[in-house]
């Protein structure tokens, strides 16, 4: 069997199978390492997935590939501890994080540098619409919170927990069993989506928003907005939109994450100097889609 030195080094050049090959080899110690802090159950279980997943995004900053054993550990541990204080305020992805490894801005660069996404998103495509699109927001977007994941899907926090719980024990194993695969290449899927969503802005920036979104969007698209408020076709979005350049308001693209049934565009909004107040700092279009459409929009405003 090969060290776990040489297992590291593959996996960050992109050797799926050799971190398939790593996890499942110190998938005891972790599991060790979440029963002494949780006790046994699924909450140990749930640390050892999310540890896995945390593996998998990380595993390119691991300076020292022969301490793979008690990196994995300390990863575990970190999530074990995470699972003891949910309720906190503060997004869990840092706490699982926090005084291990620098936190990284964007997750979805740090998929791509490693060349695992392809992989990780091919595990996603397998789980229900449901859990994908509650793994998507908590791990691919700045919608880590539990409130704020279940404002977004319109469901109860409970539910949120449910099914992250579940996801997670789903794609830790769909990562493994997927490992050797052929991958479709999302980043192409990405870029192209970026390229869309960047050019909707400029469309509607150049007043021609109505247009922009008839090549994107159903006719009856639902949308689902903060508050409560639900509106059926494209005319609502177009006068919103209109309305908000109308006073000076802006939306700047800071993020996208497409996969094949759910596409997810992160905005700055950017607010006139006469009136800095006038909207949110920002807001997040979660939208569904349907033979290439989108047919379902919920729309998210980041707190002040």
């Known amino acids: 069997m090969p060290p776990d030195a040489d297992l590291v080094r593959e996996a960050q050049l992109g050797d799926v199978s050799a971190l398939g090959l790593l996890l499942a080899r110190h998938r005891a110690g972790m599991y060790g390492v979440a029963l002494s802090l949780l006790g046994a159950g699924p909450d140990a279980e749930d640390a050892v997935q999310e540890a896995s997943l945390v593996a998998v995004r990380r595993i390119g900053d691991l300076r020292d590939p022969a301490a793979a054993g008690p990196w994995l550990r300390a990863v575990v541990r970190n999530a ?58 908590r791990h691919f977007t700045g919608l880590t919170r539990y409130e704020a994941i279940a404002e977004v899907c319109a469901i109860p926090v409970g539910t949120v927990r449910s099914r992250l719980s579940q996801a997670r024990a789903k794609l830790a194993e769909a990562l493994l069993a997927t490992a050797d695969a052929a991958h479709a290449d999302t980043r192409l899927r990405t870029a192209a989506r970026r ?5 909707v802005f400029r469309a509607a920036e150049a007043g021609s928003f109505g247009e922009a979104l008839a090549a994107l969007y159903a006719p009856a698209v639902e949308s689902f ?6 509106h059926r076709g494209r005319r609502h979005l177009v006068d919103v939109m209109e309305s908000d350049l109308a006073v000076g308001v802006r939306q700047r693209l800071t993020g996208v994450v497409a996969g094949p049934d759910v596409l997810v565009w992160e905005c700055d909004l950017v607010n006139p100097p006469e009136d800095p107040e006038h909207c949110p700092p920002g ?11 989108v047919h379902e929009l919920r729309l998210y405003h980041h707190p002040r």
Do not use: F, I, K
């Open 283 to 293: 807001v997040v279009w979660v939208q569904s889609l349907a033979r290439g459409r």
């Open 225 to 230: 907005w903060p508050g409560g408020a639900r």
């Open 195 to 199: 390229s869309e969503a960047e050019e």
């Open 80 to 137: 074990s501890r995470a699972q003891l204080r949910r309720e906190a305020a503060r997004p869990v992805r840092d706490d699982v994080l926090q005084g291990l490894l620098p936190v990284e801005p964007d997750l979805a660069e740090v998929l791509e540098r490693q060349a695992l996404r392809d992989w990780v998103w091919h595990a996603l495509d397998g789980l229900t619409p449901p859990l994908r699109l509650v793994t998507v927001l």
